[in-house]
């Protein structure tokens, strides 16, 4: 079929794609798709590229930190090594310095008896004293008191929390009661130990404290229990609704004072 288009004064699509053909279409959807292959790929690429860079930077990050453990884990193995060197030589020290004490002892109990017994005596009372000052550990039959700030929010805190009163307080009726050895929360009560409020804790031995506490107390455990319960303070204590809990113990460790004593008397100078 054939039409003359020269003599009509319009055409239609029809007249012309029979004059002319159909589109090529599906060159078009060829053209197309190779250039979504090639998209496709480009990101591909590009998101290889970008997960390769981020593999290498973690792996080098984690170089660098398997070296920094590494270094460290040296400095701490060239440590250990040097004071297993010290305690070592220390302990050399030590048992030569026994084995001399040893033979002045026994030389001393041969030839000088009453040097000797001189000597043994003050060492003696040295021991004592160091003993009643808090300067060894001690362990025995005694009780743990308990004690925590109330469970119950009141309007004010002065019926909430437990005091340096309270503390201050226990002790004593402890010590009156024949406590030979308290301390609280692990510190030695010495004569001259402080106990101070500090906001919410006590500074005891100049050191902060918070509840709960335990106060922990070597003696005869039935009289320390029974003069606990009698003191005012206990009443007072149950009565501001704070938590109040003594226990009979059949064995409790009091550790030594540590600090320095000097520290607490520089400001002393003897006259006599």
Excluded at 215 to 242: R, T, W
């Amino acid at each position: 079929m054939s039409i003359d288009i020269k003599n009509k004064s319009y055409y239609t699509v029809r007249d012309i794609s029979i004059k002319w053909g159909q589109p090529k279409m599906g060159s078009i959807a060829k053209s197309i798709s190779k250039k979504g292959k090639i998209t496709v790929m480009l990101v591909f690429v590009l998101l290889g590229i970008i997960i390769a860079l981020q593999v290498k930077s973690v792996a080098n990050s984690n170089k660098i930190r398997n070296q920094s453990i590494s270094e460290e884990v040296k400095q701490a193995e060239a440590k250990i090594a040097e004071l297993e060197q010290q305690l070592a030589s220390n302990k050399e020290k030590k048992d030569a310095l026994q084995s001399r004490y040893n033979t002045e002892m026994s030389y001393l109990y041969n030839n000088e008896k009453e040097f000797y017994e001189l000597y043994k005596k003050y060492e003696s009372d040295i021991e004592m004293h160091r003993f009643q000052a808090g300067l060894t550990t001690v362990s025995g039959s005694g009780i743990d008191i308990g004690v925590d700030d109330a469970p119950v929010r009141y309007e004010t805190t002065a019926g909430l929390l437990v005091h340096d009163i309270y503390l201050n307080e226990i002790v004593n009726a402890l010590r009156s009661a024949g406590a030979q050895a308290i301390s609280i929360n692990g510190e030695r009560i010495l004569s001259m130990t402080e106990m101070l409020c500090m906001g919410p804790s006590i500074r005891v031995n100049n050191t902060k404290l918070f509840a709960p506490y335990h106060i922990e107390a070597i003696g005869n455990p039935q009289e320390l229990l029974a003069a606990f319960k009698a003191s005012y303070i206990y009443a007072i204590m149950v009565k501001d609704n704070l938590i109040v809990d003594p226990v009979i113990k059949d064995n409790i460790t009091i550790k030594k004072y540590s600090k320095s004593y000097l520290s607490s008397i520089d400001k002393m100078k003897e006259i006599e």
